[in-house]
């Protein structure tokens, strides 16, 4: 899969794209990433891409010119727009989540543009088409790490890229619950012990004991993941959580 980046900052994704996952899904060549910086894409002298918001307000706004001519430069790099989901990162967007990390995952190319200021002038929005994404109610600088948290959970979900297709297909069997508890080497740290089960070596037990934990965990801190029928009565006796053996 073929990921570009428009963005005013192409250097904060060179570490995150060069460790890890990201790392080796490029070197075995299952992605390409292409970052590209708005600030070539400018014909102004100073390379300016934002300016004053008419009618006046506080913060600068990224102007149209640049944004048009980078998307042109990069669509036409890419071989046309067919194929590729074109999104823009935005606090105003569809809000980002495992279902349209999906989504993307089955596209054939994607387009990410990051803003770093108040807003976009209005005529990106009106002239160009992107979709708008938001990664969550909360706020940051600029679009760029949102951009990191689709490359990163888009490009986990691309056949071949993560080792152990086992680890996917648990997620998905999983889908809408928090994890179970896990616990490795020593049996016995600082007092807390391994709960029986688990060295039991009865697996039709441990599973069981997982699922129970997982909803016990979903119910306690989540459960607005349980859907509406998941609503109803709360048992609030079963906090486990910081308990020791
Ligand atoms: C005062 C109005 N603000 C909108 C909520 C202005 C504003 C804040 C932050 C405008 C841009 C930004 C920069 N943020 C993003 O570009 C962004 C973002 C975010 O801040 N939170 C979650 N997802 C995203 S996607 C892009």
Redesign the pocket.
């Known amino acids: 899969m073929r990921f570009d980046v428009i963005t005013l900052f192409p250097s904060m994704f060179e570490g995150a794209l060069s460790e890890s996952i990201l790392k080796i899904a490029q070197e075995k060549g299952l992605v390409s990433i292409h970052l590209h910086n708005l600030r070539d894409h400018t014909l102004d002298p100073h390379r300016k891409v934002d300016d004053r918001p008419f009618g006046g307000g506080p913060g600068m706004v990224l102007a149209p010119d640049p944004v048009f001519r980078a998307y042109e430069a990069v669509i036409e790099e890419m071989g046309g727009a067919v194929g590729v989901r074109k999104v823009v ?3 105003q ?1 569809r809000r980002y989540d495992q279902a349209l990390a999906r989504e993307f995952a089955r596209e054939k190319a994607l387009l990410l543009l990051c ?1 770093h ?3 976009f002038d209005e005529r990106i929005r009106l002239g160009l088409p992107f979709e708008e994404v ?3 109610d ?6 760029e790490i ?1 951009a990191m948290a689709i490359l990163d959970s888009v490009i986990r979900l691309l056949p071949g890229v993560v080792g152990d297709p086992a680890s996917l297909e648990e997620e998905s069997f999983s889908a809408g619950m928090l994890d179970y508890p896990h616990y490795t080497r020593p049996r016995e740290y600082r007092g807390m012990t391994v709960p029986e089960v688990l060295v039991s070596g009865d697996h039709a037990k441990i599973l069981e004991w997982r699922r129970e934990q997982a909803l016990r965990r979903t119910k306690e801190m989540r459960r607005d993941l349980l859907g509406p029928e998941g609503q109803g009565d709360r048992d609030t006796s079963a906090t486990q959580t910081g308990d020791r053996s």
């Open positions: 990162l935005s606090p967007g803003g200021y108040e807003g938001s990664i969550g909360y706020v940051l600088t600029g679009g949102p």
